[in-house]
């Protein structure tokens, strides 16, 4: 999949989101979209979905099956989990997908309704959905957000797997837990254009850095050190 | 498409939602319908529900658009395509007003009419119902939320629209969607003679409707 001169922006007169920004997506390729807040990454990943189209330039091969996983999962629906995904299955005409609802830990959650459900919990719905059917392009939109270490490692294996049979995965992501997946690429986004950042490279090995600083700013420096990709914990 | 119509509908349904519309259906009727009607009135009553009873389609209608988030509009995006989305809930929402239309039929034959009307008057007060769902659910569409983000001027623009069609219809059967024109037609015993024109109208102005709601989703999702 190529997005090629890509610019966009909502409204006319608006400033622009994107402006000339270009991807190249091989099959099997894990790119991982990072950047501040408010730089443009959510719009980046409707528009990789088809969800928004460029204003300007082109979004070329985009794989037929595609899995969209929202930052914020609708859950102000009058479904149980089960009849959600159940709808769901049949929506995109493949089986209600069991096997990922037991590796993400959501079994119990099954008869639960979804206005019912805490965030997280939710939040596993929605990646549920968009694994099911095997999809040939993975849109996460901050899918590690509030989900349990359990299921964060068993997400990151799923992406793997996707990866690992020619499926395309685009991801936003803060906390960093993507970067397990072997082949990960990491993309800025900053002032509308998207910038490959460099790989660790062996030859660089990693160090771990103690930082004291005020606990006030702690937070805020966590922030902008996961969002240049370091990993902080 | 045919689960994507099916689970809108059943959201609607589950969500209780669909009491409102059902309400204005039923106040509508008890209205039309309370004092009974004579023989030979079949066919003008008829066309009078079919005329009033559109801003409840258009109500209906955009109720079941507007019923699931938008973030959940998107998901149905990337799992059907674009296209198949927006027609997957134009068919619910032709079903969900259609099953209202139906119900207008069938009351009157229970509790309102004095006479049982002859199978040509059933099937003029069918015909109208169905351009009055027809132009009823393209109104419904565009002014559900992709077109009209803000909740109080799609009410506006819903009731407004409904009475600015009634109004510029009585200019004659092309100005608007021709309901003063069929309910004119109806009480004057010449719907068999018009129908033909009000009916292509009726169509014509919701088919362009149609198309311009397609046309505001195509860019806006």
């Known amino acids: ?115 019912d459900l805490s965030k997280g919990s939710a939040h596993k719905v929605g990646l549920a959905q968009a694994l099911a059917g095997e999809p040939g392009l993975l849109i996460l939109d901050e899918p590690f957000a509030g989900l349990d270490v359990t299921a964060r490692a068993e997400l990151a294996l799923i992406v793997a797997e996707v990866a690992a049979r020619g499926g395309i995965v685009v991801a936003s992501d803060h906390q960093g837990d993507l970067r397990t997946v072997p082949g990960v690429t990491r993309h800025e986004v900053r002032d509308g254009k998207i910038t490959q950042v460099a790989r660790v490279v062996e030859d660089d090995p990693l160090t771990t850095l103690t930082i004291k600083l005020p606990q006030s700013k702690a937070d805020a420096l966590a922030a902008r050190l996961r969002a240049e990709g370091h990993e902080v914990s | ?89 134009l068919l619910a929402a032709l079903a969900f007003t259609g099953a209202l239309a139906l119900v207008a039929l069938v009351f009157p034959l229970v509790v309102g009419f004095a006479e049982t009307p002859g199978a040509a008057d059933v099937g003029y007060g069918a015909g109208l119902h169905l351009l009055a769902v027809l132009a009823g659910t393209t109104l419904g569409a565009l002014t559900s939320r992709p077109v009209l983000a803000s909740p109080a001027a799609s009410a506006a623009v819903l009731v407004g629209g409904y009475m600015a069609i009634l109004l510029l219809s009585s200019a004659g059967p092309w100005a608007s969607v021709p309901v003063l024109d069929w309910m004119n037609a109806a009480h004057h015993h010449e719907l068999p003679e018009r129908a033909a024109v009000i009916a292509a109208s009726a169509v014509a102005w919701s088919v362009a409707g149609l198309a311009g709601y397609a046309a505001v989703r195509r860019v806006r999702g």
Do not use: C
């Open chain 1, 1 to 115: 999949m190529r997005a090629t001169n890509v610019s966009f922006r909502y409204r006319r007169g608006d400033p622009w989101v994107l402006s000339d920004a270009s991807l190249d997506l091989a099959p099997g390729a894990v790119a991982e979209i990072t950047g501040p807040n408010g730089t443009g990454k959510s719009t980046l990943l409707r528009l990789l979905a088809g969800l928004l189209r460029p204003v300007k330039g082109r979004i070329d091969e985009r794989p037929a099956v595609i899995g969209y996983a929202p930052e914020r999962f609708p859950s102000a629906q009058p479904f149980t989990v089960a009849g959600y995904l159940r709808h769901m299955a049949a929506v995109r005409r493949v089986d209600v997908p069991e096997e990922l609802t037991a590796r993400l830990g959501m079994d119990h959650l099954l008869g639960q309704r979804l206005p």
């Open chain 2, 1 to 89: 498409m045919i689960p994507l119509v099916t689970f809108r509908l059943s959201g609607y349904v589950r969500s209780h939602r669909i009491f409102q519309p059902l309400l204005g259906l039923l106040a509508v009727l008890s209205v039309i319908y309370a004092t009974g009607v004579p023989a030979g009135g079949e066919l003008p009553s008829y066309s009078d529900s079919a005329g009033i009873l559109m801003l409840v389609f258009a109500w209906g209608a955009r109720g079941l658009l507007d019923n699931e988030p938008d973030e959940q509009r998107l998901i149905a995006i990337t799992a059907v395509g674009r296209r198949r989305e927006l027609v997957a809930g």
